[in-house]
């Protein structure tokens, strides 16, 4: 099974834009500029989306038009809409439990969710979890108290060239990724399972 739509959450508006929260729409950024993509706003869909062809596959990006916490309305109805499979999509975030510079690609496991983002579209697909996500470490603050401000603020600059990096080789390895091998992804990029306790 191949991937048709991939999305890429974070928040709306200018002021968000290179904040941490917003991994996941730099991610569609760089999709639409290797692929010649023109993200449309769609009224029905409540998004920006747009498509490219790889190989004889269609896939479609989306990035929905809400704060981060309020992404499933958008994905549910590209779903809905398409007569997506949810291993069909892949879902791209930002994620605290994964050091700057990491990344990891599986399939959702479970309904509850730590990431507010990827909670929404869980429950408006009517709990159902098992699509595919992207996850972009941004690293943890000491202070669990912190982690809003965190999330909401732009990376350090060492930081920010890691994520940026990591980033960018994964649009390297777009094919694959539309193809499922998300394995072989992974090997290429020798990533480590770096999960911050």
């Not at 929905?64 to 499979?85: A, D, E, Q, T, W």
């Not at 982690?147 to 990591?166: R, T, W």
Request: glycine residues 8%; proline residues 2%.
């Amino acid at each position: 099974m191949t991937i048709k739509l991939i999305a890429g959450i974070g928040n709306i508006g200018a002021k968000y834009i290179n904040t941490r929260h917003n991994c996941g729409h730099k991610y569609i950024y760089l999709l639409s500029q290797k692929f010649k993509v023109h993200l449309k706003y769609n009224n029905i869909l409540c998004g920006y989306i747009g498509k490219f062809q790889i190989l004889e596959h269609t896939v479609k990006l989306l990035i929905p038009n809400s704060y981060v916490n309020n992404s499933g309305i958008s994905v549910s109805k590209c779903v809905n809409f398409y007569g997506l499979s949810l291993r069909e999509i892949l879902v791209a975030h930002d994620e605290l439990d994964l050091y700057p510079g990491t990344i990891k690609i599986q399939l959702g496991k479970r309904r509850n969710e730590s990431h507010h983002g990827i909670q929404n579209i869980i429950d408006k697909l009517g709990n159902r979890y098992d699509f595919y996500r992207l996850r972009i470490g941004i690293g943890r603050p000491c202070n669990k108290n912190e982690i809003i401000n965190f999330v909401l603020n732009i990376p350090s600059v060492h930081e920010g060239i890691q994520i940026d990096f990591i980033v960018n080789k994964v649009v390297f390895f777009t094919e694959d990724i539309v193809l499922n091998n998300f394995v072989k992804v992974m090997n290429q990029l020798h990533i480590s399972n770096n999960i911050i306790d």
